[in-house]
């Protein structure tokens, strides 16, 4: 007779939600792979403010056969209620819902609060993933990662945890540098590859070009992706720029992209694109362009690779654990003449692109199987 399946807990800082489907979405995807071998509930508490202060909405529905639940509060002006709010509702949930037998945390650190307390009550073990840049140095120094109480409780929460999976290694190292040890394994974004596969292209005049992002400019740098296309226009070489997405900095990127007169003529703003509909346009495009200034990995590496579709990219962040010169190119940031040299070089068939090779790489590394086998291994299940 089979054995029945565990029970896992996603505690969850970021995660898909009633307001907008796109943060925490690669959160969604591991909850997807370990769902293949156990029963999942996510539990998602947030401040929301479309809710007055000490207004509660509570969201619980099933999806793919993972237990979603969602807990929203009014957010007041003064953080301590804001921070016993979040402790509150952490712990109310946890006390109604079936005892897991492993909880999940995805990035820290108020996440940590039902794992701790579940596993002093009931000896419930539980691991974590962070995929937050705020440990990389650049972030440290800018003040993501500062506070006594938010260091010293984040270094209890990684200390008692059977173990912490990073997206990359180099954000493992990151977090060990700043005294937060334990053992570390990376364990990679997850590409759904029934979505993500490569695709015969049609025969086309101009070189296809995408970026994908949220639209956070400090981060992104998608108006330096915009200054290397318009060099590259002026090269004379063919070729378009899709721009995909949407987020806090869209207008102001859009309006400068529009101020070159490039808009509507080698370059298209298409908004928000999921699914079905995100990777079809994956799927059929020739590269993809990313000119960030700090990373850990994107989900929209993972997925153009499954695609078997090249990344042009900054060697910033885990990215050149994954990126290589068999599937990609490798500049260095804010280097636009780099940009430009390997726009050109990819798009004049100077990089041989070898779209089967370079998907039979991301299925093997990115794929839902393999990362849910990766969790099962890490569970002890």
Known sequence: MPTSRKKVLFVSRWYP????PMPGLFVRRHAEAVNLFADVT?????ADAALRSGQVFREESMR?????????FGKSSIGLINAWRYLKHYLQA???LENPDLVHVHV??????????????NNTPYVITEHWSRYLPQNVTKGAYRGW??????????????????????LANAMQALGLKNKYVVTPNVADCELFHPEEKTIQKDFDFIHVSCFDEPAKNIKGIIDAFEQYVQLGLNGNLTIIGDGPDY???????????????????????????????MRSADALVMFSNYENLPCTIVESLCCGVPVISTDVGGISEFVNPSNGILIKPQAVSELVSAMKEIATGRFTIKKQEIATYGSQHFSMKSISQNFKQLYGF
């Open 149 to 170: 109480i938010r260091k010293c409780f984040t270094a209890l929460a990684v200390r008692n945890a059977e173990c912490v999976t990073t997206v990359t290694q180099n």
């Open 251 to 281: 207008n102001s990127v859009y309006d400068y992209a529009d101020a070159k007169r490039l808009v509507g003529n080698r370059i298209l703003f298409t908004g928000l694109m999921e699914g079905e509909q995100l990777a079809s346009r």
């Open 42 to 46: 996510v539990l998602y508490v947030t």
């Open 94 to 96: 946890a006390r109604s």
């Open 108 to 121: 820290l650190s108020r996440t940590a609060i039902p794992a701790l307390w579940l596993n002093y009550k």
């Open 17 to 20: 939600d009633r307001h907008d």
């Open 64 to 72: 793919g056969g993972i237990r979603e639940l969602r807990i929203y």
